[in-house]
C-alpha cells in the first residue's frame, strides 16, 4: 500500500473512532452541558474582573485618586474573584460527574458484552480482558472531562472576548483574529503522528499485563523448571519497550505543549507591542489599553488549554479502539442472535414431569477460524433426567454446550424453550442455567462471599448445608476461620476435588432448571466420584442435567447418553443400548479405558 492510500486509512480510522467516542456522549447526561455552561460563565467573568482592574489601577495611576474611592470597584473585583472561583469549582465537579457517568456506562455494558460473548469468544487471557475494562475505560476519563469542554471554550469563549476586545481596540482583535488559528494548525501539525505512538503504548501496554500475569499465575511451574529467571528478562524487555513507547508519546506531548505556548506568546506580544506605541503616541487611552492587554491572555488560554488536552484525544482513541473491539460492533449488546435461534415450543407439553425443557433442531456452528464445531444437532432435552454427552475431542460436546447457553452464535438451527419458562432475552434465559466448566472459577474471597455469587441472600446455615451435602463439612471443620476463611483465586487453597465439591455446592444453591456440567468427575476419587453422582440422581428430579463425561460409573447412572461424532449426535440412548448398537460408543471406551 502507498504511503498516501495508508495515510488516507489512517485518517478514515481516525475520525470513525471519534465518532464511537461522541457516540457515548449522550450517556454523560446534562453534566456535560453543565461544564461547558459553567467554564463558559467563569472565562466571561474574566471580562468584568479585567474592566474593573484597568478601572482601578487607571484611576489611582493616572487619575490621581485615592485607593479608598475605589472602594466599591475592589469590593466587586473581590466578589468577582470569589464567583469566579465558585464557579470553576462547579465546572469541575460537572466534569467529574460527566466523565464518571460515561465510565459507569460504558462498564455495564462491557460487562455485560463479556457475559453475552461467553468464555468462549473472549482472549484466553485475562490480563488483557483486565486492561481494557480498567486502564481501557480510565484513559477515557479526561477525553470526557477536559478534552470535549474544552472543544466547546475553544469557540465561544474567544468569541465572547473578541466582542469586547473589538469594542476596545478593533486593532488588537483583528490581530487576536489573525494569530488564533496558527495554534491549532501547528497543534495537528504536531501531533499527526502521536495517535500511531499511542496505539503502540496500548498494545505494549497490553503485552506486558499479559505476560507479568501469565508469569505470576504460573511462578510455581517456573520455580520447578528453573526458568523464572529467563521469564523475569522477558518481562524487563517489555517493561522497557512500554518505558520507551511512553517517553516518545510524552516528548511529543511537550512538544506539542511548547508549540502552543510560543505562539500564544508571540502572538500577546505583538498584541502588546502595539498597545505600547499607540500608548506612546496618545492613540489610545490606558484604560482601554489594559483592559485589552489583560484580556489577550485569556483569549489564547482555551486554545492553549485544547493543545494540553489533545494528547487526551489521542489516548481515548487508542483505547476506545480496544474497547470496541470487546463490545463489539454494537454499542449495546442485543439480543438479536437470541432472538433467531432462540424460539418457544409451539405446544406446551402435557406431562411436566417428563417433557422436553429444549429441543434441539438442526443445530450447526462454526468457528471464526473455520473449524465446524457442530453439524446439525437433533436433540431433546427432558426434566428429571440425566443425560450424559460422550465424544472424542473435538466431536462438539462442548460447543454443544455454549451453543445452549448462548455463548456462540449458531449458523444455522433453532432452540425450542419450554414456554411455561417465559423467556425473554439471553440474560434472562441464562439465569434459568447453570453452567459448571472442568475449571471452576473462584474469586480471591471468602468461602462465604464465593458461594453468595450464586445467591447473595443465602445464610450461613444454608452454606453449611450444602457444603455438608458435597462432602465438604470434615474439610470446613478444619479451617479455623470456617466460611470466613479466603481461598485464592482460582482457589489456589484446595485441591482439584474440594474446587469441584465447591463448584458443586454453589451450584446447589442457584434455582436453574437447566444443568450443564463438564466433567465435574474427572478429579474426584472412586468414593467421591459415588456422592457426587449420587447427587446429581437427586437433585434431577425437578431439572435437566447435562453432563460431559467418560468416567464408567457416570455412564452407568445416565438415563440417556449421548454420543457425538464430528459434530453431529450419532446415537441416543442407555449405557447397555449403546453398547448394543453403537461401535463407536464401544471404541471410544475402549480407548478410554486406561481413564476409567
Known amino acids: 500500500m502507498s504511503e498516501q492510500g495508508a495515510s488516507v486509512n489512517a485518517e478514515q480510522s481516525r475520525k470513525h473512532w471519534q465518532q464511537r467516542l461522541r457516540a457515548l456522549k449522550p450517556h454523560s447526561g446534562q453534566w456535560l452541558r453543565g461544564t461547558v455552561l459553567l467554564s463558559w460563565l467563569a472565562g466571561s467573568m474574566l471580562i468584568a474582573q479585567a474592566w474593573l482592574l484597568s478601572r482601578v489601577v487607571n484611576a489611582v495611576v493616572f487619575d490621581a485618586q485615592e485607593l479608598s474611592a475605589q472602594q466599591g470597584s475592589l469590593w466587586a473585583l473581590l466578589g468577582v474573584f470569589l464567583l469566579r472561583a465558585v464557579l470553576i469549582w462547579a465546572a469541575e465537579q460537572a466534569a467529574f460527574e460527566a466523565a464518571a457517568q460515561v ?8 460487562l455485560a458484552a463479556v457475559h453475552a460473548r461467553g468464555p468462549a469468544r473472549l482472549p484466553q487471557s485475562h490480563a488483557g480482558l483486565v486492561d481494557t475494562l480498567v486502564d481501557g475505560v480510565e484513559a477515557l476519563d479526561a477525553y470526557y472531562a477536559r478534552y470535549l469542554p474544552t472543544m466547546s471554550l475553544v469557540v465561544w469563549l474567544p468569541l465572547s472576548l473578541l466582542v469586547f476586545v473589538f469594542v476596545s481596540d478593533g486593532l488588537s482583535a483583528l490581530i ?44 510455581t511451574t517456573l520455580r520447578l523448571f528453573n526458568a523464572s529467571r529467563r521469564e523475569a528478562k522477558a518481562v524487563a524487555n517489555l517493561a522497557e519497550q512500554y518505558r520507551q513507547r511512553s517517553m516518545s508519546v510524552l516528548r511529543i506531548a511537550f512538544l506539542s505543549s511548547f508549540v502552543l505556548e510560543f505562539f500564544a506568546t508571540v502572538s500577546i506580544a505583538i498584541v502588546a507591542v502595539m498597545i505600547g506605541f499607540r500608548l506612546y503616541f496618545g492613540e489610545m487611552d490606558f484604560q482601554h489599553g489594559f483592559f485589552v492587554l489583560l484580556l489577550a491572555p485569556e483569549f489564547y488560554l482555551p486554545l492553549r488549554n485544547l493543545g494540553t488536552h489533545y494528547h487526551a484525544r489521542m489516548q481515548a482513541i487508542a483505547a476506545i479502539e480496544q474497547i470496541e473491539a470487546l463490545r463489539g460492533t ?19 407439553p402435557q406431562d411436566e414431569a417428563g417433557s422436553p425443557l429444549l429441543r434441539l433442531r438442526g443445530l450447526q456452528q462454526c468457528y471464526p477460524d473455520g473449524r465446524q464445531g457442530l453439524a446439525g444437532v437433533d436433540l431433546d432435552l427432558h426434566r428429571g433426567e440425566l443425560l450424559v454427552v460422550v465424544g472424542e475431542s473435538g466431536a462438539g460436546k462442548s460447543s454443544l454446550m455454549q451453543a445452549i447457553l448462548g455463548f456462540l452464535p449458531l449458523r444455522q438451527g433453532r432452540i425450542e424453550v419450554d414456554p411455561r419458562l417465559r423467556v425473554n432475552g439471553l440474560a434472562n434465559w441464562q439465569e434459568h442455567c447453570l453452567w459448571l466448566p472442568q475449571q471452576p472459577w473462584f474469586t480471591a474471597a471468602t468461602l462465604a462471599a464465593n458461594l453468595r455469587l450464586a445467591d447473595p441472600q443465602a445464610s450461613d446455615a444454608q452454606m453449611l448445608a450444602v457444603l455438608s451435602r458435597c462432602g465438604l463439612a470434615d474439610w470446613l471443620a478444619t479451617l479455623p476461620q470456617g466460611l470466613a476463611t479466603r481461598i485464592g483465586e482460582g482457589g489456589q487453597v484446595m485441591s482439584g476435588g474440594q474446587a469441584h465439591a465447591l463448584a458443586m455446592a454453589r451450584a446447589l444453591m442457584k434455582p436453574a432448571e437447566l444443568w450443564l456440567l463438564d ?78
Request: glycine share 6%.
Open 103 to 110: 465510565k459507569s456506562r460504558l462498564r455495564s455494558d462491557l
Open 176 to 219: 487576536l483574529l489573525l494569530t488564533a488559528p496558527l495554534i491549532p494548525l501547528f497543534m495537528m501539525l504536531v501531533g499527526r503522528g502521536a495517535e500511531r505512538r499511542n496505539q503502540q503504548q496500548w498494545a505494549s501496554l497490553n503485552r506486558l499485563g499479559t505476560h507479568l500475569l501469565d508469569m505470576i499465575q504460573g511462578l
Open 330 to 348: 454494537g454499542l449495546l449488546p442485543g439480543d438479536q442472535g437470541f432472538a433467531d435461534t432462540f424460539h418457544a415450543c409451539d405446544v406446551a
Open 519 to 596: 466433567e465435574p468427575a474427572a478429579r474426584l476419587d472412586v468414593s467421591h466420584e459415588a456422592a457426587m453422582i449420587a447427587l446429581l440422581r437427586e437433585v434431577k428430579r425437578d431439572r435437566c442435567i447435562v453432563v460431559i463425561a467418560h468416567r464408567l460409573d457416570l455412564l452407568r447412572a445416565a438415563d440417556r447418553i449421548a454420543l457425538m461424532v464430528g459434530g453431529r449426535v450419532e446415537a441416543v440412548g442407555t449405557h447397555e443400548e449403546l453398547l448394543q448398537c453403537a461401535p463407536e460408543y464401544v471404541e471410544l471406551l475402549r480407548a478410554a479405558e486406561w481413564r476409567l
